[in-house]
């Protein structure tokens, strides 16, 4: 399969705990970014990373959140003392970018659902 | 900041006929804009593309649209079928790709 894959894909968890998703983008894509959908919503846009480098965070991405992606490769979003509010789909795209202009097009993976009760 | 709107927020319709949704942006200042396809509790599947540089795309039975002056896309989907059934989301980009910013969504229903 060389589509975004994402694990988990659902995560049930107390309030309080802390939670990681991976996201594993297409191999040669050098830009990775992570939405948060709730029901009934448009996807919203959290981080994005160009290879390794994490360029632009969301106003929605409080200290509670963090995300990396080491060797430009897999990322992983961390949710430290999840609350009830943070129930929702977490979405991970990724896309090509020339050195030249291009088309960003975006190609998104399956999404991990998180329920925090 | 940009915003994107997506009307009708819902549309129901019989097996085969042709139908469009609307997709309005408050920045004309994009550089790319996608139509994807979402089913209930899936990922989304991008449809198409259209880059600030064109007026419209086709696939299939799918054409996108695109009007920077008037800030509006449209999507036109021809002899629909219940398998076209799905939410559909409009996103544009600022400039470089930097920033996706989708629409609500169109939730579409194709009766047989």
């Known amino acids: 399969d060389t589509g975004v894959s994402q694990n988990p894909r659902h995560k049930i968890t107390k309030r309080g705990q802390n939670v990681t998703f991976r996201c594993d983008p297409i191999s040669e894509h050098n830009r990775l970014y992570w939405y948060r959908q709730t029901l009934g919503q448009g996807p919203e846009f959290l981080t994005y990373f160009q290879n390794e480098a994490q360029l632009e965070k969301s106003r929605l991405l409080s200290d509670r959140f963090s995300a990396e992606r080491p060797k430009g490769s897999f990322s992983t979003l961390e949710i430290q003392r999840t609350e009830q509010g943070d129930s929702a789909m977490y979405l991970c795209?990724?896309?090509?970018?020339?050195?030249?202009?291009?088309?960003?097009?975006?190609?998104f993976g399956p999404g991990t659902r998180l329920t925090v009760t | 900041k940009q915003e994107v709107t997506q009307i009708p927020a819902a549309l129901s319709v019989p097996e085969g006929e042709n139908l469009v949704l609307n997709c309005s942006f408050t920045d004309s200042a994009i550089y790319n804009l996608q139509w994807f396809r979402q089913d209930p509790g899936k990922g989304l599947t991008s449809l198409l593309l259209?880059?600030?540089?064109?007026r419209e795309q086709t696939s299939g039975r799918l054409n996108a649209s695109l009007d920077k002056s008037s800030g509006r896309s449209t999507l036109y989907i021809a002899a629909s079928q219940p398998g076209d059934s799905a939410t559909y989301l409009c996103a544009a980009t600022d400039n470089y790709g930097q920033n996706f910013v989708f629409g609500p969504g169109t939730r579409l229903s194709v009766l047989p």
């Open positions: 795209a990724s896309s090509f970018q020339p050195l030249t202009s291009g088309n960003y097009e975006q190609y």
């Open positions: 259209i880059q600030s540089s064109q």
